[in-house]
């Protein structure tokens, strides 16, 4: 799932925006901001920040739930059948439609709908579950918070349970200095290579394309072996590829 969403409640996410730090109105989706103190035109009229990313949404995104459940298909466990049902519901469409598209009885649409049901209230009672078992660790002394996993991770798993406090261990022995930033070996270990990559990829700037050269550019600084740190990043997905490699990108968290 993008970072946005993991930072963001389930009523922000459905609504497609959230206020950062600095009070701007960012878009869940592709991180795009709108600053409240702003008048923006679209389409030769002028709107309020809120109206502005709203119209946003409804122009760059107007897809959202097909493409929270094609990128949320492992997560979310639901079979293309169950997906397309869940599309149908949400357009509004009778039951007794539904059915007939599928070639289906109503009666199987209707347990359908019931099992989302059901579904959506153990989320609940889970995500309440959740949230008293941070608020015990935030009231806890000496826990351990996880660091945040990167809107582009790609199989993720328990190599990303790393705390905070083992991340500053990690950039310790790996690099010989933070700032300028200069990579002493680059660790086979699955947990110190994400480490590493995710402290190389905060020297390119969200949303800002590169090409290759200026990417290598970027590297060389840090490593003599810049192109195993290249192809590390778009592995892990800290950097995003144009097919052709000719452009670079990290996304919005």
Not at 27 to 33: A, H, I, L, R, T
Not at 79 to 86: G, I, V
Not at 167 to 185: H, M, N, R, V, Y
Request: proline fraction near 2%; aromatic fraction near 10%.
């Amino acid at each position: 799932m993008k970072e946005a969403w993991e930072k963001c409640s389930i009523e922000q996410i459905v609504r497609g925006w959230f206020t950062d730090a600095e009070g701007n109105l960012c878009c869940v989706e592709c991180g795009k901001q709108f600053d409240p103190q702003e008048i923006f035109a679209v389409d030769g009229k002028f709107y309020t920040a809120q109206k502005a990313v709203e119209l946003h949404l409804q122009k760059e995104h107007p897809q959202r739930l097909e493409e929270l459940l094609e990128q949320e298909k492992k997560l979310l466990s639901l079979t293309d059948k169950q997906e397309q049902l869940l599309l149908l519901f949400s357009q509004g469409i009778s039951d007794q439609e539904i059915a007939r598209q599928n070639g289906t009885a109503v009666s199987t649409v209707r347990h359908q709908r019931f099992v989302f049901r059901e579904r959506a209230k153990a989320a609940k009672i889970y995500l309440a579950a959740w949230e008293m078992m941070q608020q015990g660790r935030r009231e806890s002394q000496g826990h351990e918070e996880l660091i945040s996993i990167h809107g582009g991770a790609t199989m993720v798993d328990s190599r990303y349970e790393i705390t905070q406090q083992e991340e500053q261990k990690i950039l310790q022995g790996a690099f010989s200095s933070l700032d300028p930033l200069k990579l002493k070996t680059f660790s086979p270990k699955e947990k110190k290579k994400i480490v590493i990559l995710r402290r190389i990829a905060q020297q390119f700037t969200a949303g800002q394309r590169y090409t290759e050269k200026q990417v290598n550019e970027v590297l060389k600084e840090i490593f003599d072996d810049y192109v195993t740190l290249r192809r590390y990043l778009i592995e892990y997905g800290f950097l995003k590829r144009e097919k052709d490699g000719s452009a670079y990108w990290k996304e919005q968290e």
